[in-house]
């Protein structure tokens, strides 16, 4: 008990608030001049930061992060899964998006996961081999390297390799992540013997945790490049435990893998220029089409998380949640109406049927948007000297996605599948409602609320933000860029704030601890359902401001760190 108490002292001196505490302060951001790291893992942020102290740039700390975070925390951080990262330099004023979200595999179909009675089987849709979209991670990271980034890919693993093989220690939130999924991890025996000592038992906080096969992994990887990843002995290891546990994954669907660059969305809000990710996420169109609403009120004059301001954010969710289970999917296989959707007239139309009063989500149908035809996942923000910042989104899924290690490869894998309609109008894990456009289909990939976003004033890197939590990533994203922009938060303030969310169904506003009684009282008289549950996101953000750069690592994930120089 007492070196669990003085390892979470440690942690704490390590991870979030490190400077502000040595300063005497927790109020502001931390600040610096040169370069900026926030991650949700002190010990990744600490190797990225050492990149750019070493003239690396913004996207070579943000490959190294990567990996380290997939060491550190496999919960979220991976090379099992995929995710979106935009890259934008201030100097050229382009912001690029690169696409790195895993796909169906071939022999994937609509109806995969529906049991004789037509309804979905959540065990296979969650937590089997056949739950698995092929990973991009691997190819999508290398991508941004050699395009965009200065460094080899091999000198990008070193901190990865080392942390995999010589270990770390243990922190109280990776000890009790484990022991929240322990009958999950220990369904399969790589699993098990990844997580769990020889007579079963669990790691203890302060204990060094070493993953041999995920090092050996990563070394291949750093020998032979990332296609060693998708054609070579780690590819081949993915197919054999997919055929031993009736996956879906070949080698072609691995060979075949490749990442996208896209143009991001793009969208205004109040004089300000808001760039986030495009399907097959729908977390840019909505992040930008909420927004979109919103700017027809004074939300500065209702007041931060007043009753008022959390009425009309509700309202405005709501409906951008609704136009989400009609209209988004893979833009590759699906039209999806993008300039519709985020054009401020039809957030102006969408507005005029808001009033004082709750509208019930029963009542809702998609907008006839402009053009149409026919828990765990990990963010971090980085930003350099040179004019470059990345926002970057990462994710298994689940908390340790299916709980499923590839054998000898010592890696998780993704349960994305999960992320399909697998039936149109059923909620899939996160109460999120899809349609047709989502559907499964082979060589698709999975709609995503994932939203890496950079926000512009006047041409220059302004924020840099985006967050884990399912659905709830949208809403926590937007109200972080409300907080700075609406209400003029310090972006410390702006990260710490109370979130609410409203996802159309269930037709309730989430709200964390922190919120008035009086503020509830007044919602409830609107004729909304409040319901107080655990936190949302862990959202880590960068504000770039008269040449200092201000940054703020979430409190609610305890490892979380922003450090600067």
Same mark, same amino acid.
């Given at each position: 008990?007492?070196?669990?108490?003085?390892?979470?002292?440690?942690?704490?001196?390590?991870?979030?608030?490190?400077?502000?505490?040595?300063?005497?302060?927790?109020?502001?951001?931390?600040?610096?001049?040169?370069?900026?790291?926030?991650?949700?893992?002190?010990?990744?942020?600490?190797?990225?930061?050492?990149?750019?102290?070493?003239?690396?740039?913004?996207?070579?700390?943000?490959?190294?992060?990567?990996?380290?975070?997939?060491?550190?925390?496999?919960?979220?951080?991976?090379?099992?899964?995929?995710?979106?990262?935009?890259?934008?330099?201030?100097?050229?004023?382009?912001?690029?998006?690169?696409?790195?979200?895993?796909?169906?595999?071939?022999? !994937?179909? #609509? &109806?995969? *996961?529906?049991? $004789? %009675?037509?309804?979905?089987?959540?065990?296979?849709? =969650? +937590?089997?081999? @056949?739950?698995?979209?092929?990973?991009?991670?691997?190819?999508?990271?290398?991508?941004?390297?050699?395009?965009?980034?200065?460094?080899?890919?091999?000198?990008?693993?070193?901190?990865?390799?080392?942390?995999?093989?010589?270990?770390?220690?243990?922190?109280?939130?990776?000890?009790?992540?484990?022991?929240?999924?322990?009958?999950?991890?220990?369904?399969?025996? !790589?699993? #098990? &013997?990844? *997580?769990?000592? $020889? %007579?079963?038992?669990?790691?203890?906080?302060?204990? =060094? +945790?070493?993953? @041999?096969?995920?090092?050996?992994?990563?070394?291949?990887?750093?020998?032979?490049?990332?296609?060693?990843?998708?054609?070579?002995?780690?590819?081949?290891?993915?197919?054999?435990?997919?055929?031993?546990?009736?996956?879906?994954?070949?080698?072609?669907?691995?060979?075949?893998?490749?990442?996208?660059?896209?143009?991001?969305?793009?969208?205004?809000?109040?004089?300000?220029?808001?760039?986030?990710?495009?399907?097959?996420?729908?977390?840019?169109?909505?992040?930008?089409?909420?927004?979109?609403?919103?700017?027809?009120?004074?939300?500065?004059?209702?007041?931060?998380?007043?009753?008022?301001?959390?009425?009309?954010?509700?309202?405005?969710?709501?409906?951008?949640?609704?136009?989400?289970?009609?209209?988004?999917?893979?833009?590759?296989?699906?039209?999806?109406?993008?300039?519709?959707?985020?054009?401020?007239?039809?957030?102006?139309?969408?507005?005029?049927?808001?009033?004082?009063?709750?509208?019930?989500?029963?009542?809702?149908?998609?907008?006839?948007?402009?053009?149409?035809?026919?828990?765990?996942?990990?963010?971090?923000?980085?930003?350099?000297?040179?004019?470059?910042?990345?926002?970057?989104?990462?994710?298994?899924?689940?908390?340790?996605?299916?709980?499923?290690?590839?054998?000898?490869?010592?890696?998780?894998?993704?349960?994305?599948?999960?992320?399909?309609?697998?039936?149109?109008?059923?909620?899939?894990?996160?109460?999120?409602?899809?349609?047709?456009?989502?559907?499964?289909?082979?060589?698709?990939?999975?709609?995503?609320?994932?939203?890496?976003?950079?926000?512009?004033?006047?041409?220059?890197?302004?924020?840099?933000?985006?967050?884990?939590?399912?659905?709830?990533?949208?809403?926590?994203?937007?109200?972080?860029?409300?907080?700075?922009?609406?209400?003029?938060?310090?972006?410390?303030?702006?990260?710490?704030?109370?979130?609410?969310?409203?996802?159309?169904?269930?037709?309730?506003?989430?709200?964390?601890?922190?919120?008035?009684?009086?503020?509830?009282?007044?919602?409830?008289?609107?004729?909304?359902?409040?319901?107080?549950?655990?936190?949302?996101?862990?959202?880590?953000?960068?504000?770039?401001?008269?040449?200092?750069?201000?940054?703020?690592?979430?409190?609610?994930?305890?490892?979380?760190?922003?450090?600067?120089?």
């Amino acid at each position: 008990m007492l070196r669990t108490k003085i390892f979470t002292i440690l942690v704490l001196v390590q991870g979030v608030f490190a400077q502000n505490i040595l300063e005497g302060d927790r109020s502001v951001p931390i600040e610096s001049k040169d370069g900026m790291v926030v991650t949700s893992h002190f010990l990744a942020s600490q190797e990225a930061l050492k990149v750019l102290k070493n003239g690396g740039n913004a996207i070579d700390a943000a490959v190294t992060a990567a990996f380290a975070l997939a060491v550190t925390q496999p919960r979220s951080g991976n090379i099992g899964g995929g995710g979106f990262m935009l890259v934008s330099n201030d100097k050229t004023n382009k912001v690029i998006a690169i696409d790195y979200r895993e796909k169906a595999p071939a022999a !994937a179909y #609509k &109806d995969m *996961f529906l049991d $004789k %009675d037509k309804n979905v089987d959540k065990k296979i849709s =969650r +937590f089997s081999h @056949k739950s698995a979209g092929v990973p991009g991670t691997v190819a999508g990271l290398a991508l941004a390297l050699k395009k965009y980034g200065t460094i080899s890919l091999s000198t990008a693993l070193k901190p990865a390799i080392k942390l995999a093989q010589e270990g770390f220690i243990i922190t109280p939130r990776f000890y009790k992540g484990v022991l929240s999924k322990e009958k999950r991890l220990k369904k399969y025996k !790589a699993s #098990k &013997d990844v *997580f769990f000592k $020889k %007579d079963g038992s669990a790691y203890q906080v302060g204990d =060094r +945790f070493i993953q @041999k096969d995920l090092a050996k992994t990563l070394k291949r990887i750093s020998k032979y490049g990332a296609q060693e990843f998708y054609t070579g002995k780690t590819a081949k290891y993915i197919v054999e435990d997919m055929k031993k546990h009736g996956g879906l994954i070949t080698m072609n669907d691995l060979k075949n893998y490749s990442p996208s660059i896209r143009k991001p969305v793009h969208g205004t809000y109040r004089s300000y220029d808001i760039y986030s990710m495009s399907p097959p996420s729908s977390g840019g169109a909505h992040v930008v089409q909420i927004l979109n609403i919103m700017e027809n009120y004074d939300i500065s004059s209702l007041g931060h998380n007043s009753a008022d301001t959390i009425h009309i954010m509700a309202e405005s969710m709501r409906r951008a949640y609704v136009d989400r289970a009609e209209y988004l999917g893979d833009s590759d296989f699906v039209k999806v109406p993008l300039k519709g959707l985020t054009s401020k007239a039809y957030a102006k139309e969408l507005s005029k049927n808001i009033t004082n009063q709750r509208t019930p989500s029963k009542d809702l149908k998609a907008g006839n948007a402009p053009g149409y035809e026919s828990n765990e996942t990990t963010h971090f923000s980085i930003a350099d000297k040179f004019g470059n910042v990345v926002s970057n989104t990462y994710t298994i899924n689940f908390s340790y996605g299916s709980g499923i290690i590839v054998n000898k490869a010592g890696f998780l894998l993704n349960n994305e599948m999960d992320d399909f309609s697998a039936k149109p109008g059923v909620a899939n894990a996160y109460g999120l409602i899809g349609g047709e456009s989502n559907k499964i289909e082979p060589n698709k990939r999975m709609l995503s609320s994932m939203s890496p976003t950079i926000v512009k004033k006047d041409g220059k890197n302004f924020l840099v933000t985006g967050s884990p939590g399912g659905s709830r990533i949208i809403t926590t994203t937007l109200q972080v860029i409300s907080n700075v922009i609406d209400h003029n938060l310090n972006i410390l303030a702006a990260v710490s704030a109370p979130r609410m969310h409203h996802q159309w169904f269930p037709d309730e506003i989430r709200i964390e601890e922190g919120f008035s009684k009086d503020t509830i009282k007044l919602l409830e008289q609107k004729g909304h359902k409040v319901v107080q549950k655990k936190s949302m996101g862990a959202i880590q953000s960068i504000m770039i401001k008269d040449g200092i750069f201000y940054g703020a690592a979430d409190p609610r994930r305890s490892t979380s760190s922003a450090l600067g120089f």
